[in-house]
């Protein structure tokens, strides 16, 4: 498979990997559409995740990835894997946070971690990756690179405006994980990292790269667990004679799946998966009070804006730089997403009445994120939409990163797991350096140069 830009001429994975925006810009996409149904039909309840991700591996990156290389970097990332289990009559939860950082950005931060050390193995170079975060990012991509061959990762992140579980998260490794307290915003750590990597003393001793979200690395393997998802349903009819071709409308008995979105490379992933032959009866895009694209749907009109802040924090964007891709995926034709993608917003007040009524009907503690994408798929169930079809919520997040709110919705706090209490514990190490790009610079160039 090869990847372009908007207006960029095709490269291969390894290239696109590496320089994380398209020379134009742009964020690299998919250029050709493989299908990949034939796979998909194969996959059963009893395929294991490692197995199913590294035979798409190998089929989607295949020549530069071959069978027993995408094993080898599946089987190095992929020491979690998803549960699936039942909520109500025709609601399930896809969990996706049973790894190290309890969110579902562990998937493609470790996919992409696995993917970049098997290179620079080969190779026999060494890298330097910078990344800034405003918390849950920063985190997975921390603990994704984490004593990774050849690989040293540093994150910059605003001083006093992270929580403390995602401090320690992104101080307690060591290691070649090394932390940047800067004494500013979140925008001054992203606006850092920008002058670092154009920074000509930088480049020239130094091969910087980064692994934010919207690195194609991290957005592909989001796509293996709808496939995994999708599979273990099998035994209920879930087969491949209910796709629809890719140029089409999802239709049939196959699943929904719901995803809350904020930047929109989690519903992108499930996007592609379908257009390769993956059944998808249809996706509903979750938001909060940032709903742009729900408002897409509906008017064919994308009109970015300041984003609001709410419950679902992660999912506070107002100008979602995944977008582009997901237009892409339907040529910039609005009536064909809308045929296949459902938007729905959720308010703050639904979102903690969502996550009461969970926890007291069914006895699950849900994140806000997963709450906003239980009571879209409720609304979408009660509407009469797909009867045919469950409705897969792709839960994001354990309730233990959320447990000030998880309280103030449900009268308890939830229970931490123990990678989480554990790294509380921990010791903090962390540099703290100013907003000017010359304090950078030598500090990288002293470790690393």
């Known amino acids: 498979m090869r990847f372009t830009g908007a207006a960029s001429p095709p490269v291969g994975f390894r290239e696109a990997l590496f320089a994380g925006l398209a020379p134009d810009g742009s964020l690299y996409r998919p250029v050709e559409t493989p299908d990949l149904s034939r796979l998909f039909a194969s996959f059963g309840p009893d395929t294991g995740f490692v197995e199913l991700s590294a035979r798409m591996t190998a089929a989607l990156l295949a020549p530069e990835i071959d069978e027993p290389a995408a094993r080898r970097i599946c089987e190095r990332a992929f020491t979690f894997a998803p549960a699936l289990r039942r909520l109500d009559g025709r609601r399930r939860l896809l969990e996706l ?3 190290p950082t309890c969110a579902f950005k562990d998937f493609g931060a470790q996919f992409l971690a696995a993917a970049m050390e098997a290179f620079v193995e080969t190779e026999g170079t060494r890298i330097q990756v910078l990344v800034a975060t405003s918390g849950d990012t920063g985190s997975a991509v921390a603990h994704a690179f984490h004593g990774r061959a050849g690989i040293d990762v540093v994150i910059l992140y605003p001083s006093g405006r992270v929580s403390e579980l995602q401090e320690k998260q992104l101080t307690t490794l060591g290691g070649n994980v090394h932390a940047l307290e800067l004494d500013g915003s979140f925008d001054d750590c992203q606006r850092l990292a920008k002058e670092a990597f154009r920074d000509p003393a930088l480049a020239q001793r130094l091969r910087l790269t980064s692994a934010n979200s919207i690195n194609i690395g991290r957005l592909l393997p989001q796509a293996f667990s709808y496939a995994w998802a999708a599979a273990q349903l099998r035994e209920g009819g879930i087969t491949a004679r209910a796709h629809v071709a890719a140029a089409g409308s999802p239709g049939g008995a196959a699943p929904v799946f719901c995803v809350p979105s904020g930047n929109f490379g989690h ?3 499930g996007v592609y998966a379908w ?4 059944p998808v009866a249809r996706f509903i895009a979750a938001t909060n009070a ?9 008017d064919g009109r994308f009109v970015p804006r300041a984003s609001l802040s709410t419950l679902s924090n992660a999912m506070d964007v107002g100008n979602p730089s995944n977008f582009e891709r997901l237009a892409d995926a ?3 034709d609005a009536t064909a997403m809308a045929a296949a993608v459902h938007g729905c917003s ?3 007040g639904d979102t903690r009445t969502g996550m009461r009524e969970t926890w007291e009907r069914h006895g699950v503690i849900v994140d806000p994120h997963t709450a906003v994408g239980c009571i879209a798929a409720e609304r979408f169930i009660a509407a009469g939409a797909c009867p045919d079809s469950e409705v897969i919520v792709l839960s994001t ?5 959320f447990t000030e709110t998880v309280q103030m919705a449900i009268g308890r706090p939830p229970e931490l797991p123990e990678r989480l209490s554990r790294c509380l514990r921990l010791p903090r190490q962390a540099t703290r350096i100013g907003v000017d790009i010359d304090g950078l610079r030598e500090l990288l160039l002293e470790r690393f140069g």
């Open 346 to 348: 959720v308010s703050d």
């Open 330 to 332: 339907f040529a910039g």
């Open 267 to 269: 519903l992108t992933a």
């Open 97 to 99: 946070f049973h790894g």
């Open 275 to 278: 257009r390769w032959g993956l």
């Open 397 to 401: 997040a354990h309730p233990g990163k």
């Open 290 to 298: 940032n709903d742009e694209v729900p408002r897409y749907l509906e």
